[in-house]
């Protein structure tokens, strides 16, 4: 059988085992979109993870399209298809080779680049060929032995990405490249659901810890360990290692159910209502803006979520000090800005530090599609979050003093 390179797991090692996390990250972009659509999966095989992703993500109006890797025969994998009912056959199509396939609004490579650096950038460039306009390539690479493909894949992430994901569970450690060759949309952000984050850990259903927490609490056990080895007879040891479990809740990620309303604005975060108020910012337009700032303290979750859907068109920090976040002087703070563009204007949210934080995380690249109540990123330890809206098109239903729930909470109304 004659199959495209694209289709090929090019490279010496030896193909890449992804496993279930990965492969649900790989298929993210396409079960986040809840309207109708298609997706082209290349290197498809009965076993796969990545295939049982698709299939579990399908809706009644999608299709799917499959191109069989090398080592299996479309015979083989139309009969897999088969088997899994009608209600999937209905919906799912194999082809020979990729030249049979159509093009589709995200294209998953099923199988991670282990190759050189040429052949990977030659197998995206044969991939996108068959993106539809304003469509998401998503491929994956190990993080560790594949260092041509992992180098190709940042250049393509820096010139293309809107968005990468590091799956530490997964023998080996991948990584999971987002790639958009043509513009969306900022309007079809409306019909996404917020994005699966494997950089959000479990612990149980409704409560996840951040990749960043994992990373601390980690640090406070290993100072521990070094203590316990360094001074055996002293209990020093104690308090780095009785820290882990605080640093870690710190960073606690709970799930939390986003109104359907699509007139809803939500809160970015947790935390208490500072003030509402309208102002001019000539940085972000001519127009007057509502902005609701929220205070958020040690105790209060920190991961940030977008108040609204929209597409990032801008990504700027500005420079400042580190006063208390409660006070009027906060603001002009170290702030991290992303500006969303929205199908009813310009929307911002300020990442602000205060007197503990200094350290901002934002996880959403230029030309990424948030949904209403999407994770984008934190700020670390006491600080304060700010949503610029439109003032004409918004409707305050907060004020000061009032809590608020980031992602959950309505803080305003379109009009």
């Not at 199959?3 to 890449?16: E, F, I, K, L, Y």
């Not at 080592?71 to 199509?93: F, I, K, P």
């Not at 000090?321 to 009813?344: C, I, Q, R, S």
Request: glycine share 8%.
């Amino acid at each position: 059988m004659t199959q495209s390179p694209a289709v090929r797991v090019p490279g010496r090692s030896g193909p890449v085992r992804l496993g279930e996390r990965a492969a649900r990250t790989l298929v993210a972009e396409f079960a986040r979109i809840n309207d109708p659509k298609a997706a082209l999966l290349v290197g498809a095989a009965p076993e796969s993870a990545v295939l049982a992703a698709a299939i579990d993500a399908l809706l009644p109006g999608d299709t799917l399209t499959l191109v069989p890797t090398e080592r299996v025969s479309a015979t083989a994998l139309r009969e897999h298809v088969t088997a899994q009912g009608r209600w999937v056959a209905d919906r799912v199509r194999v082809v020979d080779t990729l030249t049979e396939a159509e093009p589709a609004t995200v294209v998953i490579a099923g199988e991670a680049f282990v190759g050189t650096a040429d052949e990977t950038r030659s197998a995206v460039e044969e991939l996108t060929k068959y993106l539809a306009d304003g469509g998401v390539l998503t491929v994956s690479t190990a993080v560790a032995r594949t260092a041509g493909a992992a180098a190709e894949l940042e250049r393509q992430g820096a010139l293309h990405g809107v968005g990468a994901d590091l799956v530490l569970r997964n023998s080996p450690p991948v990584r999971v490249y987002r790639l958009r060759f043509t513009p969306a949309d900022a309007a079809s952000a409306e019909r996404l659901a917020p994005a699966y984050r494997p950089s959000s850990v479990p612990l149980t259903r409704d409560m996840h810890i951040d990749s960043n927490g994992v990373a601390a609490a980690g640090i406070a056990l290993g100072l521990a360990a070094l203590t316990r080895l360094a001074r055996p007879k002293s209990k020093l040891w104690l308090l780095p290692a009785l820290a882990a479990a605080p640093v870690a809740a710190f960073f606690r990620d709970p799930q939390r159910d986003v109104p359907e309303d699509p007139s809803a604005v939500v809160a970015a975060a947790d935390g208490e209502v500072l003030s509402v108020q309208r102002l001019h910012d000539e940085r972000f337009g001519d127009g007057e803006f509502l902005r609701v700032a929220v205070f958020l303290s040690v105790l209060d979750v920190h991961v940030n979520r977008a108040p609204v859907a929209g597409k990032v068109v801008d990504y700027f920090v500005a420079d400042g000090g580190f006063v208390n976040a409660m006070k009027p002087d906060a603001e002009h703070n170290v702030a991290a800005y992303t500006v969303l563009d929205t199908a009813h204007g310009t929307v911002v949210v300020a990442q602000r530090t205060g007197l503990i934080a200094r350290r901002i995380v934002q996880r959403a690249p230029i030309g990424a599609l948030l949904a209403r109540g999407e994770r984008f990123g934190l700020i670390r330890f006491g600080s304060r979050t700010d949503v610029y809206l439109p003032a004409d098109a918004a409707e305050p239903l907060v004020g000061p003093g009032d809590k608020v729930v980031g992602g959950a909470s309505v803080i305003a109304r379109w009009r």
